[in-house]
T-cell receptor, first 110, second 113 residues
Framework: NAGVTQTPKFQVLKTGQSMTLQCAQD?????MSWYRQDPGMGLRLIHY???????DQGEVPNGYNVSRSTTEDFPLRLLSAAPSQTSVYFC?????????FGSGTRLTVV | DAKTTQPPSMDCAEGRAANLPCNHS???????VYWYRQIHSQGPQYIIH???NNETNEMASLIITEDRKSSTLILPHATLRDTAVYYC??????????????FGSGTQLTVLP
């Protein structure tokens, strides 16, 4: 199994541009989530989903949108990128056994 | 989720046991102790979790005190590849909005050759 796949691995955006970070899982997990990690800090929850068609906000949702049309996919959209969104983004899916994280997307906004 | 306290950093000699402590004095009866680690630039990796009994798997052992106010993660024979930030998280498992993980600052474990 591939687990959790995130694309792209690296991205540079200009301020004001929009983009979508992709996340896909093949473990049939109901729960998926997006975190961001700034240098020297722990992970902070952006948005999460408890199943297809259901999403909710986490700790730092401003500037991000999500949707969950299928169990497998949970894309994160940056509507108008800002330098404050420069970070490493991790997608995770989970079941009762624990969380599986993707390898991350390193985003730089200039 | 209950608050946890971990030392910011620890060193361990390669081949020796690494013992990582975590205090969680406000843990409630239905909260589990989870351990994750994050190797530089990678996504966090699940290690082990437990409620009140000691647990062991192929990666590590988890020792929880009888009053459940603290725990210790034990890596029995640390290798250089175990160098990582280790996160202790206390939470209810999968009940609605409690599904998200709350990460603190963790313990940076450095395994020395």
């Amino acid at each position: 199994n591939a687990g959790v796949t995130q694309t792209p691995k690296f991205q540079v955006l200009k301020t004001g541009q929009s983009m979508t970070l992709q996340c896909a899982q093949d473990m049939n997990h109901e729960y998926m989530s997006w975190y961001r990690q700034d240098p020297g800090m722990g992970l902070r929850l952006i948005h999460y989903s408890v199943g297809a068609g259901i999403t909710d906000q986490g700790e730092v949702p401003n500037g991000y949108n999500v949707s969950r049309s299928t169990t497998e996919d949970f894309p994160l959209r940056l509507l108008s990128a800002a330098p404050s969104q420069t970070s490493v983004y991790f997608c995770a899916s989970s079941n009762r056994q624990g969380y599986t994280f993707g390898s991350g997307t390193r985003l730089t906004v200039v | 989720d209950a608050k946890t306290t971990q030392p910011p950093s620890m060193d361990c000699a390669e081949g020796r046991a690494a013992n990582l402590p975590c205090n969680h004095s406000t843990i409630s009866g239905n909260e589990y102790v989870y351990w994750y680690r994050q190797i530089h630039s990678q996504g966090p990796q699940y290690i082990i979790h437990g409620l009140k009994n000691n647990e062991t798997n192929e990666m590590a052992s988890l020792i929880i005190t009888e009053d459940r106010k603290s725990s210790t993660l034990i890596l029995p024979h640390a290798t250089l590849r175990d160098t990582a930030v280790y996160y202790c998280i206390v939470r209810q498992p999968f009940s609605g909005s409690a599904r998200q993980l709350t990460f603190g600052s963790g313990t940076q474990l450095t395994v020395l050759p």
